[in-house]
């Protein structure tokens, strides 16, 4: 089925574990999908047919090129990278969604430093780490991928209901 032009926009940075798994769940979504990392021997030679591969050593370039209202994913290899990946993707804001790998830990480090780079604790509230449906804690890199995707799905969701225009909320609401 084809993917409507307001569709799902997903910006994935790493190729890891996670980002592998995450591929092949969202492969089977109604979304595109730009997989991005700067090791080349990390993607797998085939990916689904609404992914692409951008093998950069500038990925904070991707974050500027993304369409307002994308969903952001970081899961490189790199603490320092993802550092910078999240402060990009903050300042801009236009996000439907912004989803940082790691613990709850991990999330509150990361927002004392984005807030010691000026984001603004509004924004950072924004950030989603860890990431996955609440309540699914697994930790295989392939139940991470379903949690993610199944979040991804519901914002896209919500999203779509947002964007109807009222009268067509008001027959919704009428009908149940």
């Known amino acids: 089925e084809p993917l409507p032009p307001d569709g799902l926009q997903v910006v994935l940075f790493g190729a890891g574990h996670v980002g592998k798994a995450l591929v092949?769940?969202?492969?089977?979504?109604?979304?595109?999908?730009?997989?991005?990392?700067?090791?080349?021997?990390?993607?797998?030679?085939?990916?689904?047919?609404?992914?692409?591969?951008?093998?950069?050593?500038?990925?904070?370039?991707?974050?500027?090129?993304?369409?307002?209202?994308?969903?952001?994913?970081?899961?490189t290899h790199s603490h320092a990278l993802d550092l910078t990946l999240c402060e990009?993707?903050?300042?801009?804001?236009?996000?439907?969604?912004?989803?940082?790998?790691?613990?709850?830990t991990k999330r509150a480090k990361f927002a004392k430093r984005l807030q010691a780079r000026g984001c603004s604790a509004d924004v950072i509230e924004r950030m989603v780490c860890p990431i996955g449906l609440p309540g699914l804690s697994g930790k295989h890199p392939g139940e991470i991928a379903v949690a993610v995707a199944a979040q991804l799905l519901m914002v896209s969701a919500q999203d779509a209901v947002r964007r109807r225009r009222p009268d067509e909320q008001h027959d919704l609401e009428v009908a149940s």
């Open 88 to 104: 990009k993707i903050l300042r801009r804001s236009d996000f439907s969604y912004f989803g940082l790998i790691g613990s709850a």
């Open 24 to 75: 092949r769940v969202l492969g089977e979504l109604p979304c595109r999908v730009a997989w991005i990392d700067a090791r080349a021997e990390q993607f797998p030679r085939e990916v689904p047919a609404n992914v692409v591969v951008e093998c950069t050593e500038m990925p904070q370039y991707a974050v500027e090129r993304a369409p307002s209202g994308a969903a952001f994913l970081v899961m």
